[in-house]
RNA sequence: GGCGGCGUAGCCAAGUGGCAAGGCAAGGGACUGCAAAUCCCUGAUUCAGCGGUUCGAAUCCGCUCGCCGCCUCCA
């Protein structure tokens, strides 16, 4: 497949490098709150993208994810609420597994804690000291960005540029206002550990080295992250893993554009902020995946509720559509179809093959989601025409949209269980009710079915006979 | 100021050199006791504007207008 590559800034063919399992990296969360809107959407999309590969292209997908459970941001949290770090850190990382959770995600494969890495912080710092990278002032570790004579290869910068642009602020400390810190001397009350250089706490970009390379190797296939991490975060991690390796840290660079309210990027200032939990108490999983998945992952997402409710009904109609043809195949045996039936399957390898060029194009959801569209347009159109046995295709087109659905996480919704004896009982009403509509009884009919309704069992009078449904949860 | 991106029907949104996907909304029709679901029909001679390259451009180049992101913590 072809995915666009922030460091050639072109599409380019992937494999991963050992031809078989892909070693794949996500900048994860800072547990300093919960997750907001924004944040959730590398979660999604780069998730389904790795579903996508396990489930498409035959790559097993070694899915690292951090959890930055040390930092500015967790230190102020925790002294609002007098809380330790630890405590704070603890209740967000509980928090963000359950989102994953609810949301259908499948964790990653390793979610390793700064915390849990601090040792091998120390030593990459160590290594870049010996070899000139680094320097040691005051307690403080810094990196010596012009000794490293590839920076700014990833944002297109150059170390002139970025001097001059200078909005950076001076340090005493620093040999040059550029470097970075990879080591902050402690300050009373803070998290610290022991090192070369006094106690202290590991600075911005080490963690996601250091974690990667200890779950992933030296070369990872893809490093992924908001786009609004290019500068400085990722051109300062590509600065220590090749300056430490000499070799190529990640061959791929994704980035996923930004979230916008209203036009404008989401954030706390400008008061046009959501919680990811909250969306999610207003639309169903499904609906908020698909939302995110409308949209080409690299450009800028707008949220609204309006966008939202569009999602629902777009996704609504490929799960009534599976929902009914279950309903209405319920109880009936594996039955072979005829001429019409086996021309219809025989057309739906169609739909697959766009939803897979769309895939394979810089994962390019939005088309995959047409061709799943259409599959289901499709469907319903057969569904109308056709009878008998022929009926039977159906089935074959439900899991088809089940399968396509599988990496986006849509259409996953177990079936809802039923037991013979439900079964047999609904039969029977339905007969009972049948005849009251023959005999134009309507008004006990509609009783039946608006008493039905109130316990969750929707009855829908179809050409095809009455079909039975649990209502959507 | 530097770097990057975007502007496609009422709304959302693919496509990035060869007759403009898909969804939502709207109108008409079919089906129907009523519901529900579904089907059919109706939409951009046109892709912000102006020039240029080309047999051919929404797609390439230049300019103009408008919007956004990064350059500081940020998904």
Not at 160 to 173: M, V
Not at 174 to 184: G, H, I, Q
Not at 356 to 376: K, P, R, S, Y
Request: negative net charge; hydrophobic residues 40%.
């Amino acid at each position: 497949m072809r995915l666009y590559n922030t460091l050639t800034r072109r599409k380019e063919e992937f494999e991963p490098q050992d031809g078989k399992t892909v070693r794949m990296y996500v900048c994860g969360p800072t547990v300093y709150d919960h997750l907001h809107i924004g944040n959730l959407r590398p979660v999604l999309v780069f998730g389904a993208l790795r579903r996508y590969m396990e489930l498409f292209k035959g790559w097993p997908v070694t899915y690292v994810q951090n959890i930055t459970d040390v930092d500015d941001k967790l230190i102020a949290r925790a002294q609002e609420n007098g809380e330790t770090v630890a405590e704070v850190a603890a209740r967000y990382t509980e928090a963000y597994f359950q989102l994953l959770d609810r949301l259908g995600v499948v964790p990653p494969t390793h979610s390793p804690r700064a915390t849990e890495h601090i040792s091998g912080m120390i030593e990459l710092v160590q290594g870049l000291i010996e070899k000139g990278y680094a320097y040691e002032k005051g307690g403080d570790v810094y990196f010596r960005v012009r000794a490293f004579k590839e920076y700014g290869k990833l944002s297109g910068r150059s170390v002139d540029e970025l001097r001059s642009g200078a909005r950076i602020a001076a340090s005493d400390l620093k040999e040059d206002p550029l470097d970075f810190t990879l080591w902050k001397a402690a300050k009373p009350g803070e998290p610290k550990w022991e090192s070369p250089w006094g106690e202290g706490r590991p600075g911005w970009h080490t963690e996601c080295v250091v974690l990667s390379r200890h779950y992933l190797g030296e070369t990872l296939d893809i490093h992924a992250g908001g786009n609004d991490l290019i500068f400085p975060h990722h051109e300062n991690e590509i600065a220590q893993a090749e300056a430490l390796t000499g070799k190529v840290f990640s061959r791929f660079w994704l980035h996923n554009g930004m979230l916008t309210v209203n036009g404008e990027k989401m954030s706390k200032s400008l008061g046009n902020f959501a919680y990811a939990y909250e969306v999610l108490e207003r639309f169903d999983p499904e609906t908020v995946i698909y939302f995110y998945l409308s949209r080409h992952y690299r450009k800028p997402l707008d949220y609204s509720e309006t966008a939202l409710a569009e999602a629902e009904k777009a996704v609504d109609r490929a799960r009534t559509l599976i929902s009914e043809v279950e309903a209405e195949l319920r109880g009936a045996g594996e039955e072979e179809f005829g001429e019409a039936g086996s021309e219809f399957v025989a057309g739906l390898s169609r739909f697959k093959e766009k939803y897979l060029e769309a895939m394979d194009d810089d994962f390019n959801t939005v088309g995959a989601l047409a061709a799943i569209q259409e599959l289901v347009s499709e469907t319903n159109r057969f569904r109308a025409e056709a009878v008998g046995a022929d009926r039977g295709a159906l089935r074959e087109a439900v899991s088809l949209l089940r399968a396509l659905g599988a990496p986006l996480g849509l259409f996953q919704a177990a079936e809802k269980v039923v037991t013979g004896l439900t079964d047999e009982l609904m039969e029977l009403l339905i007969e009972l009710r049948s005849e009251l509509r023959a005999k134009r009884e309507f008004e006990l009919a509609d009783r039946i079915r608006d008493r039905l309704k109130e316990i969750g069992i929707v009855l829908k009078d179809t050409p095809q006979g009455t079909i039975w449904q649990k209502e959507e949860a």
